[in-house]
């Protein structure tokens, strides 16, 4: 989601040749949080997925831009304590639990990395929104386990040494990429099928090429 950023920057300096745009993955934020649900909740986990592994570009074309984001699955943390207590979950995970959780995160019945190795985000459109300062909307397909889908993101471009941080969120349902809610104890205990995607990411130049 993180990509977006870099087009709306790349529309607004608007070059008559290519102009290049990358999101840096060394600092900023990138997680997904998903919530416990079901009659015995509280003997689950929230969960905290953390993106590392991702390349983000953008490209301005005279007045056109595009932009691509790929996210590595078997790239994706889930749990670190320090990620959970910046999301504001309560307690840590044991490395046990966690191990365990990964497992099930990156099978068959979760995002299934040996299958879809990667997570993508191919966007060729994006507009300021009018009633939001500094917000732009982009518009693209997003491919997740296998489905592709259209995705409308919001990101708001805050300039900072360099380039912008670009931040935002959005929210996803699993099940309608295939995946469903992981249940315990007969569905007492299982994730809601809701993801919240939460970024705040760092959009560099990344040269000018003639």
Same mark, same amino acid.
């Given at each position: =989601?993180p990509?977006?950023?870099?087009?709306?920057l790349?529309?607004?300096?608007?070059?008559? %040749?290519a102009?290049?745009?990358v999101?840096?993955? #060394?600092?900023?934020?990138?997680r +997904?949080v *998903?919530?416990?649900?079901?009659a015995l909740r509280?003997?689950g986990?929230d969960? +905290? /997925?953390?993106? %590392?592994?991702f390349r983000g570009? +953008?490209?301005?074309?005279?007045?056109?831009?595009?932009?691509? /984001?790929?996210?590595?699955t078997?790239?994706?943390? *889930?749990?670190?304590?320090a990620?959970r207590?910046?999301?504001?979950?309560?307690?840590?995970?044991s490395?046990?639990? %966690?191990?365990k959780i990964?497992?099930?995160m &990156?099978?068959?019945?979760?995002?299934?990395?040996?299958r879809?190795?990667? *997570?993508?985000?191919?966007?060729? #459109?994006? $507009?300021?929104v $009018?009633s939001e300062?500094? =917000?732009? =909307?982009?518009?693209?397909e997003?491919?997740l386990h296998?489905t592709?889908s259209t995705?409308?993101?919001?990101?708001?471009?805050?300039p &900072?040494?360099?380039?912008?941080?670009?931040?935002?969120?959005?929210r /996803?349902?699993?099940s309608?990429?295939?995946?469903e809610?992981v249940?315990?104890?007969?569905?007492?205990v299982r994730?809601?099928?809701?993801?919240?995607?939460?970024?705040?990411?760092a959009l560099i130049?990344?040269?000018v090429?003639p």
């Open positions: =989601m990509t977006l950023v870099a087009l709306t790349l529309l607004a300096a608007a070059p008559a %040749r102009d290049a745009w999101l840096d993955p #060394s600092t900023g934020s990138f +997904v *998903i919530m416990k649900e079901g509280a003997l986990h969960h +905290v /997925l953390e993106v %590392r592994d570009s +953008v490209e301005l074309q005279d007045s056109s831009a595009t932009l691509h /984001l790929q996210i590595n078997a790239g994706l943390d *889930i749990d670190d304590a990620a207590r910046a999301e504001g979950l309560a307690g840590e995970v490395d046990a639990d %966690r191990a990964r497992r099930t &990156r099978g068959e019945k979760g995002l299934d990395v040996r879809y190795p990667l *997570i993508t985000l191919d966007a060729r #459109s994006i $507009e300021p $009018e300062k500094d =917000m732009w =909307m982009l518009s693209g997003f491919s296998g592709t995705l409308d993101l919001p990101v708001t471009l805050v &900072r040494p360099g380039g912008y941080w670009a931040y935002g969120y959005a /996803l349902r699993p309608d990429y295939g995946i809610p249940k315990a104890l007969g569905g007492l994730t809601a099928d809701e993801a919240l995607v939460r970024f705040n990411l130049h990344d040269g090429r």
